[in-house]
T-cell receptor, first 109, second 114 residues
Framework: LAKTTQPISMDSYEGQEVNITCSHN???????ITWYQQFPSQGPRFIIQGYKTKVTNEVASLFIPADRKSSTLSLPRVSLSDTAVYYCLVGVPSYQLIWGAGTKLIIKP | DGGITQSPKYLFRKEGQNVTLSCEQNLNHDAMYWYRQDPGQGLRLIYY???????QKGDIAEGYSVSREKKESFPLTVTSAQKNPTAFYLC?????????????FGPGTRLTVL
């Protein structure tokens, strides 16, 4: 099962672009990379998922280099409401995912 | 409104008592999951079910039990055998096809043992 490493915490300011990088050196061929967002005392919310190159949706972009040993979640023009914990998960299927402690992102005014 | 509901939001239990946490979904999803989250930690899988009348143990199933008699419902019982049950419990569901790891989570139940 692929283990991930991501920063414990990050700070940024409103209106900035935030990039959170996740390292997953032992990713397997069939593994997908998935990111979730969690606010305090709430369930996580799916943000984005990808396998290779770049994926973009209305909320974020996910960049995956060719070797797939890392990935970067990009949040454009963050606001205070983006303050949350962000989890990077690698694997498939869902019941084999390992949830680390995530990255606590704090957005300042 | 489609979604997942969990009840109650807060639950207090005396040591030695069994308690059941409710999880209901009207998303017509096949798979359902129960997770436990301790402060500052990620989620840990307790049980999962991919189809009605079938469920599998996750990483920390000891002291817990589940049933899946209906597609919409996946209740979790925390038994007295669970030595440290105080935690935040999350239920999730996932459609049978589509995005591999996109789970939909409920609002959670915070269980406190007195």
């Amino acid at each position: 099962l692929a283990k991930t490493t991501q920063p414990i915490s990050m700070d940024s300011y409103e209106g900035q672009e935030v990039n959170i990088t996740c390292s997953h050196n032992n990713i397997a061929t069939n593994d997908y990379i998935t990111w979730y967002q969690q606010f305090p005392s709430q369930g996580p919310r799916f943000i984005i998922q990808g396998y290779k190159t770049k994926v973009t949706n209305e909320v974020a972009s996910l960049f995956i280099p060719a070797d797939r040993k890392s990935s970067t979640l990009s949040l454009p023009r963050v606001s205070l409401s983006d303050t949350a914990v962000y989890y990077c998960l690698v694997g498939v299927p869902s019941y084999q995912l390992i949830w680390g402690a995530g990255t606590k992102l704090i957005i300042k005014p | 409104d489609g979604g997942i509901t969990q009840s109650p939001k807060y639950l207090f239990r005396k040591e030695g008592q069994n308690v059941t946490l409710s999880c209901e979904q009207n998303l017509n999803h096949d798979a359902m999951y129960w997770y436990r989250q301790d402060p500052g930690q990620g989620l840990r899988l307790i049980y999962y079910s991919q189809i009605v009348n079938d469920f599998q143990k996750g990483d920390i199933a000891e002291g817990y039990s589940v049933s899946r008699e209906k597609k919409e419902s996946f209740p979790l019982t925390v038994t007295s055998a669970q030595k440290n049950p105080t935690a935040f419990y999350l239920c999730a569901s996932r459609p049978g096809v589509g995005s591999y790891n996109e789970q939909f989570f409920g609002p959670g139940t915070r269980l406190t043992v007195l």
